[in-house]
């Protein structure tokens, strides 16, 4: 099941649950699929788990030792993998993005539009600055993690955004706007936070003032393009956590040096430079 089918049927569960309040009743989604959810002491890694009673019904447990915003999560995932008819496969653990089974990254989709359903985050992403204290803020709102919200934040942005999470100044983990992928932006996992900028500068104890200009060479894999790059950056002490909110301050990016001419001809009738001047008028008309 591919990543936008799962967010589809997401929005669909959504929608069967009635108008969504914010922020939204993860209780509602349990009895949506027949479940009640309690809090119990598990495994420390454990997020939670569920079972079929002998009723039919769902019994969701999630892990009393776990933050509220972490507990929602879990009995979101948890409503997924019922929704989905996808049996749960929780050896590998939650935080490994690259050893997750693909049933476990599907229920995390799912989750992630069930706790942040599109119709109602969409238009605040829209609304919002460009600022990990907006990100906070519209966090607060859902009683979302920050990590959740801001990869949806760029996820759905219609610019050119990008949000990092880093562990230990490496990058584990990047989600791109639509419009970024499109233009071939790319930050590799594993890559060491750049030195000098303010999230490397922040990990290292630095209290950022706001956002700062960024070097997209930097960030951005074989980058040969343009473009007026911003950074704004929160970093969490305890789990050596770092949350990196980058933007374009441009619609378009001019493209690389290598096009960059067809591109000028192109959008602006300009021919190879040869000595000669255009002959004013002549200028090709697309048919
Ligand atoms: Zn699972």
């Given amino acids: 099941m591919d990543e936008l089918t799962v967010a589809m049927k997401a929005r669909d569960f959504v929608a069967k ?20 959810v309690k809090v119990e002491a598990l495994a420390e890694h454990e997020d939670a788990w569920s079972v079929r009673l002998p009723s039919g019904r769902y019994r969701i447990c999630v892990n009393c030792a776990h933050n509220s915003r972490r507990q929602r999560f879990s009995v979101c995932h948890e409503v997924a993998h019922v929704a989905l008819e996808i049996s749960a496969d929780h050896s590998a653990p939650s935080w490994s993005y690259t ?11 799912f989750a992630s539009e069930l706790l942040l359903p599109y119709r109602l985050f969409k238009p605040r992403v829209d609304a919002a600055d460009y600022s990990m204290a907006a990100i906070t803020a519209l966090a607060d709102d859902f009683d979302a993690s920050v990590i959740s919200t801001g990869s949806r934040f760029a996820s759905f942005s ?8 880093s562990e230990g100044g490496k990058v584990r983990y990047c989600a791109r706007s639509a419009g970024l992928r ?9 890559m060491v936070l750049p030195s000098d900028c303010l999230s490397a500068r922040a990990r290292g104890g630095e209290r950022p003032s706001g956002s700062e200009d960024a070097d997209p060479d930097q960030w951005f894999e074989n980058w040969d393009r343009d473009g007026s790059l911003y950074e704004d950056v929160i970093h969490l ?25 067809q591109w000028e001809e192109r959008t602006q009738g300009l021919r190879e430079l040869d000595g000669v001047l255009p002959w004013p008028g002549a200028k090709k008309r697309r048919p």
């Avoid at 305890?238 to 290598?258: A, C, M």
């Fill in 17 to 36: 649950c009635g108008a969504p309040t914010l922020p939204v009743s993860v209780d509602v989604y349990a009895q949506q699929i027949g479940g009640a």
């Fill in 158 to 165: 219609s610019d050119l955004c990008a949000f990092v999470l």
């Fill in 237 to 261: 002490d305890q789990w050596d956590q770092t949350l990196t909110l980058l933007w374009f301050d441009d619609e378009d990016l001019p493209p690389s040096t290598g096009d960059r001419r």
């Fill in 182 to 190: 499109d233009n071939g932006a790319w930050i590799r996992p594993g």
């Fill in 99 to 109: 050893r997750r089974p693909p049933g476990e990254v599907a229920c995390d989709v």
